[in-house]
């Protein structure tokens, strides 16, 4: 997912998301959702058809499901098992089944969506609407557990009026016209996803069919007033598509659509079905690397996804690094020292104002995760990693990774047992600091030079401990350049080497290998 440039501006006008608990008494393994839409208001109405197995003795099933306040929010209307009505209980976040048995269980609701799915008009001023679930906005609209470690298989039923197009999650089943006015569009996939990535997106669409880019159909969907525009921009997709697919493994879903849309984020990695915002059509591919982060989702957030809310760069900052090496790739490493130098700088500001890791699990609205923690930084410890390990290593481990956790969820403890297996390294100290502990190396730079031998002291001034190696570039004023670079293990460490000439200066980190902050 990636935030639009005015997220952080908004945060704080917009209704905070809470934390919703992982629900280990319970697995569900498919959603089956009948969804009615229509033009004369903002109620939907639903049928939630649920398969699921309990994990432990248990005689109620615990979903999450907004229920109506103030005229927003899902009314329930009755909910059958093997014909029969269920008593449950009903209010704020919660649905409480009452059943002990697993067969499934049909939920028939309506409501007015407070939030997940986007009822509104476009900037053409057309209505569409979208799903817009992450990270656990869902439940605002359809019954389930929303967290992504309960991942289940999904289709959508959803009738709407003819004169749109309906786009969702899976694969195109059926189109039937309903009536003169209504049509029923079908998807369904047969892959474990999570909550955050089920979605539909109706609306009036031009649609763009490229053909298959690695085994892929890879389509287009943008609004008919920028069609040509849209077309253009979004054809960036194919290039994008065949180098994850290569580098990391083939796509995971049966197709991809890129969709225009009107929803609250930049982008967003909606599995098969990413939906960007609207502006992100200008017909001058100014968003090549949004469709980049979100394509990388498609593998590290959707199909391998983080175990818990806390190990969110998994997803935000592969995305982001990944982004970064599509950069390097197609434009060269100035490109991507350019983006890191820029993220390494959202790092540090970050770090100025927020004392917090990574790995943060005090959050309780999920919405304060979108921060550089998650992104930039996350995007630098995989960049440090590769350097660490080698390229040869880093490409191994990240398919290994993939292929072990894909439709399933990891933790960083994973990622790190999988860069150890394959290099041999021990990272310990490399996860507990970058990922555990807040901020970076605060670096100060001090040296002499007498007599053929250069003194350099390297002082860290932040007050967490770290251990890194570094590069500094000598500058001459006769003789070229040279780098050399250390091992860092202490707060303060001296070195002495010979060299013939004094430099004129020296630059730390001179290829943009670390992530740090320089004391001025």
């Given at each position: 997912?990636?935030?639009?440039?005015s997220l952080?501006?908004?945060?704080?006008?917009?209704?905070?998301?809470?934390?919703?608990?992982?629900n280990?008494?319970?697995?569900?393994?498919?959603?089956?959702?009948?969804?009615?839409l229509?033009?004369?208001?903002?109620v939907?109405?639903?049928?939630?058809i649920?398969?699921?197995?309990?994990?432990?003795?248990?005689?109620?099933?615990e979903?999450?499901?907004a229920?109506?306040?103030?005229g927003?929010?899902?009314?329930?209307d009755?909910?059958?098992q093997?014909?029969?009505?269920?008593?449950?209980?009903h209010s704020q976040?919660?649905?409480?089944?009452?059943?002990?048995?697993?067969?499934?269980?049909?939920?028939?609701?309506?409501?007015?969506?407070?939030?997940?799915?986007?009822i509104?008009?476009?900037?053409?001023?057309?209505?569409?609407?979208?799903?817009d679930?992450w990270?656990?906005?869902a439940h605002?609209?359809?019954?389930l557990?929303?967290?992504?470690?309960d991942?289940a298989?999904?289709?959508?039923y959803?009738?709407?009026?003819?004169?749109?197009?309906?786009?969702a999650?899976?694969?195109l089943?059926?189109?039937t016209?309903?009536?003169?006015?209504?049509?029923?569009?079908?998807?369904?996939?047969?892959?474990?996803?999570?909550?955050?990535?089920?979605v539909?997106?109706?609306?009036?669409?031009?649609v763009q069919?490229?053909?298959?880019?690695?085994?892929?159909p890879?389509?287009?969907?943008?609004?008919?007033?920028?069609?040509?525009a849209?077309?253009y921009d979004y054809a960036?997709?194919?290039?994008?598509?065949?180098?994850?697919?290569?580098?990391?493994?083939p796509f995971?879903?049966?197709?991809?659509?890129?969709?225009?849309?009107t929803?609250?984020?930049?982008?967003m990695?909606?599995?098969g079905?990413?939906f960007?915002f609207?502006?992100?059509?200008?017909?001058?591919r100014?968003?090549?690397f949004?469709?980049?982060?979100e394509?990388a989702?498609?593998?590290?957030?959707?199909?391998?996804?983080?175990?818990?809310?806390s190990?969110?760069?998994?997803?935000?900052g592969?995305a982001?690094?990944?982004?970064?090496?599509?950069a390097?790739?197609?434009?060269g490493?100035?490109k991507l020292?350019?983006?890191?130098?820029?993220?390494?700088?959202q790092?540090?500001?970050?770090?100025?104002s927020t004392?917090?890791?990574?790995?943060?699990?005090?959050?309780?609205?999920?919405m304060e995760l979108?921060n550089p923690?998650?992104?930039?930084?996350?995007a630098w410890?995989?960049?440090m990693?590769?350097?660490?390990?080698?390229?040869?290593?880093f490409w191994?481990?990240i398919?290994?990774?993939?292929q072990?956790?894909?439709?399933?969820n990891?933790?960083s403890?994973?990622?790190?047992?999988e860069?150890?297996?394959?290099?041999?390294?021990?990272?310990?100290?490399?996860?507990?600091?970058w990922?555990?502990?807040?901020?970076?190396p605060?670096?100060?730079?001090?040296?002499?030079y007498?007599?053929?031998?250069?003194?350099i002291t390297?002082?860290q001034?932040?007050?967490?401990?770290?251990?890194?190696?570094?590069?500094?570039?000598?500058?001459?004023a006769?003789?070229?350049?040279?780098?050399?670079?250390?091992?860092?293990?202490?707060?303060?460490?001296?070195?002495?080497?010979?060299t013939?000439?004094?430099?004129?200066?020296?630059?730390?980190?001179?290829?943009?290998?670390?992530?740090?902050?320089e004391?001025l």
């Open positions: 997912m990636k935030r639009n440039f952080f501006c908004l945060l704080n006008f917009l209704a905070p998301v809470l934390l919703l608990a992982q280990p008494k319970v697995d569900i393994l498919e959603y089956e959702f009948h969804l009615k229509n033009d004369e208001n903002d939907i109405k639903g049928n939630a649920i398969d699921f197995q309990y994990n432990e003795d248990a005689d109620v099933l979903l999450d499901f229920a109506e306040e103030n927003k929010g899902m009314i329930i009755s909910i059958l093997n014909g029969k009505q269920l008593k449950f209980q976040e919660k649905l409480n089944i009452n059943t002990s048995s697993e067969d499934e269980i049909s939920i028939f609701y309506h409501g007015i969506p407070e939030d997940g799915l986007i509104s008009e476009n900037k053409y001023g057309d209505r569409t609407f979208f799903g679930n990270p656990n906005r605002l609209w359809l019954p557990i929303d967290h992504p470690s991942k298989k999904v289709s959508f959803v009738t709407a009026p003819s004169k749109y197009q309906v786009v999650t899976g694969t089943q059926e189109i016209n309903i009536d003169d006015e209504n049509s029923l569009y079908v998807y369904a996939t047969p892959l474990e996803l999570p909550t955050k990535v089920m539909i997106g109706v609306a009036e669409f031009a069919h490229l053909g298959e880019i690695a085994k892929i890879l389509s287009s969907w943008v609004y008919p007033e920028n069609k040509e849209g077309f960036q997709a194919e290039e994008i598509l065949q180098f994850f697919s290569e580098k990391i493994a995971p879903f049966t197709k991809l659509a890129n969709v225009q849309s929803t609250r984020y930049g982008g990695e909606n599995a079905n990413i960007y609207e502006n992100s059509v200008d017909g001058k100014s968003s090549e949004l469709l980049a982060h394509i989702h498609q593998w590290f957030g959707d199909s391998a996804s983080e175990d818990d809310w190990h969110l760069w998994l997803s935000e592969f982001t690094y990944f982004t970064d090496l599509y390097e790739h197609q434009y490493k100035s020292d350019e983006k890191l130098q820029q993220e390494r700088r790092v540090i500001g970050f770090s100025q004392k917090t890791a990574v790995i943060d699990s005090s959050r309780t609205n999920l979108l923690n998650s992104y930039q930084k996350g410890i995989l960049h990693l590769r350097r660490k390990v080698g390229d040869e290593n191994k481990t398919q290994q990774y993939y072990k956790y894909k439709f399933s990891a933790t403890e994973d990622l790190k047992v860069f150890e297996a394959v290099s041999g390294i021990n990272l310990n100290q490399f996860f507990k600091q990922l555990t502990q807040y901020g970076q605060k670096i100060k730079l001090e040296y002499s007498k007599n053929g031998k250069l003194k390297v002082q001034l932040q007050k967490n401990d770290f251990e890194f190696p570094i590069e500094l570039q000598l500058n001459y006769t003789k070229d350049a040279e780098i050399i670079d250390f091992n860092i293990t202490k707060k303060k460490e001296t070195f002495e080497i010979e013939s000439e004094k430099p004129i200066s020296i630059d730390l980190d001179p290829n943009t290998n670390l992530l740090f902050e004391a």
